[in-house]
């Protein structure tokens, strides 16, 4: 088992592709892309602590969960 902290994914957000400078067309590719790396590093006995803005919504939060790896820790960021 391996300890992750890790921060501000904004899954869901499409503004986090030009304001954090994304390399992405467009939300779907880019929580397709971040979900993919992370399942490549984390495996389903991890724990991963999110030290906030892990989605932008609630519904894509619920989603995104749902297909990472890992025990995830949210720690809520910005309101």
């Known amino acids: 088992m391996k300890i992750f902290a890790t921060g501000n994914q904004q899954f869901g957000r499409k503004g986090a592709i030009n304001k954090f400078n994304r390399p992405f067309e467009d939300v779907v590719s880019m929580n397709d892309a971040m979900i993919h790396a ?40 910005e309101y």
Not at 43 to 51: G, N, R, T
Not at 55 to 69: G, R
């Open 38 to 77: 992370w399942n490549s590093v984390v495996s389903i006995d991890d724990h991963v602590y999110v030290l906030g803005n892990f989605a932008w919504d609630p519904i894509t939060a619920d989603e995104t969960v749902l297909q990472l790896n890992g025990t995830i820790h949210l720690i809520k960021g």
